[in-house]
Every structure is written in C-alpha cells, then in structure tokens.
T-cell receptor
Framework: NAGVTQTPKFQVLKTGQSMTLQCAQD?????MYWYRQDPGMGLRLIYY???????DKGEVPNGYNVSRLNKREFSLRLESAAPSQTSVYFC???????????FGPGTRLLVL | GIQVEQSPPDLILQEGANSTLRCNFS?????LQWFHQNPWGQLINLFY???GTKQNGRLSATTVATERYSLLYISSSQTTDSGVYFC?????????????FGQGTILTVHP
C-alpha cells in the first residue's frame, strides 16, 4: 500500500494563478482532510470530507475549494492564489470508526 | 475551541539522553495523537492515545485524560529522533474527526 499520496511535491505560483492539489489514499478510508502548516506552527484544518459525497469547512477555508471525487481522491483548489497561501499542505485520511489519521508527504506551495 | 499547549518549545539533547515532552489540553478529548515530523517534513504517527499508557521501543506515551495532559517519553535518544513532535487532539464537541494541533516541540539530538 502506498498509503496517502500527494501531487505535486512542490509548486511555485504567481499571485492570481489557480491550481489544484491532488490527494489519493489506497486504504479504503472514509474520511479525508486537508491541512496547512505555516512556519513554526502546527497544522490547521482547511476542509474535510467525512465520507464520499460530503465536504465541510474547517478552521481556515477562505480562498480554497475542495472536491471529493470518489472514495480514494480528495482535491484542494486555489482559484486565485495569494502570497498568504504560501504554506505546506498536508492531506490525511482516517477510517471510521477508527480514530488514527494518516498523513501524506505534503505539498510545498510558494506564491509570489 | 480546544486549546493545546506543548512544552518545552525547544529541546537540545546529547545522544543517549532521556527526555519528556508534555501536551496540555483545555477540554476533554476522545482522540489524542502524537506525531514526529522529521527533517524532511514527513509526519509520522507515533501513538494514538486518548487515555492510558503505550510503549513502542524507546518511545512511550501516557495520557491522563481526567487531568488533561499527555506525556511523550523518549529514552536513549538518537540523532534520528531529531525533528518536531506534535500533539493533536479532538474533543467531542468539534467537527467530525478534526484534529487541533499544538505548536510542537523542536527536538535536536547531537551525536
């Protein structure tokens, strides 16, 4: 099993450009999450999907949209990137009723 | 929302030393996880421990849910233990599965 995979690993954008971060898991987990990590801080939840077909806002959703394409895939879209969105983005998944979240390797995004 | 505080913020050790990292949280929790973020940025699950004590090799963790704290013990530290250690919790009143992270403890182990 690959676990949780994310693409791309690194991306540079100019202000105003759009892009989609991809996440996939092969553990047949129901719930998936997108977090961002800023320097010197822990992770903050952007959006989550409790199950296929549902999505909900987390702590810091502004400027982002998500799509739960199927049970395996959960994408994060930046419609108009801003320098404040420079961060490392982590995708995670969790099987219910289990509680442990498993994290992908992260995507480093730089917005100039 | 729930608050999570980790201490110390930074810790420097010589190889072979033992250490204790602490995580305090402001509300009752039904999920607590410890993670190690290695120097390459990867987040590694260490423990799922909403209560009780667990051990895995040189690492062990104890959560005293009634007193709202958790401890991570690292014995005989190695240079590969370096990185950031995060505590993350979920309280019963938060959004489905949402984890709230502490600020982390930066551990540096010198040879």
């Amino acid at each position: 099993n690959a676990g949780v995979t994310q693409t791309p690993k690194f991306q540079v954008l100019k202000t105003g450009q759009s892009m989609t971060l991809q996440c996939a898991q092969d553990m047949n987990h129901n719930s998936m999450y997108w977090y961002r990590q800023d320097p010197g801080m822990g992770l903050r939840l952007i959006y989550y999907s409790a199950s296929e077909g549902t999505t909900d806002k987390g702590e810091v959703p502004n400027g982002y949209n998500v799509s739960r394409l199927n049970k395996r895939e959960f994408s994060l879209r930046l419609e108009s990137a801003a320098p404040s969105q420079t961060s490392v983005y982590f995708c995670a998944s969790r099987n219910t009723p289990g509680e442990t979240q498993y994290f992908g390797p992260g995507t480093r995004l730089l917005v100039l | 929302g729930i608050q999570v505080e980790q201490s110390p913020p930074d810790l420097i050790l010589q190889e072979g030393a033992n250490s204790t990292l602490r995580c305090n949280f402001s509300d009752s929790v039904n999920n607590l996880q410890w993670f190690h973020q290695n120097p390459w940025g990867q987040l590694i699950n260490l423990f799922y421990i909403p209560s009780g004590t667990k051990q895995n090799g040189r690492l062990s963790a104890t959560t005293v849910a009634t007193e709202r704290y958790s401890l991570l013990y690292i014995s005989s530290s190695q240079t590969t233990d370096s990185g950031v250690y995060f505590c993350a919790v979920k309280s019963g009143g938060t959004s489905y599965g949402k984890l709230t992270f502490g600020q982390g403890t930066i551990l540096t182990v010198h040879p």
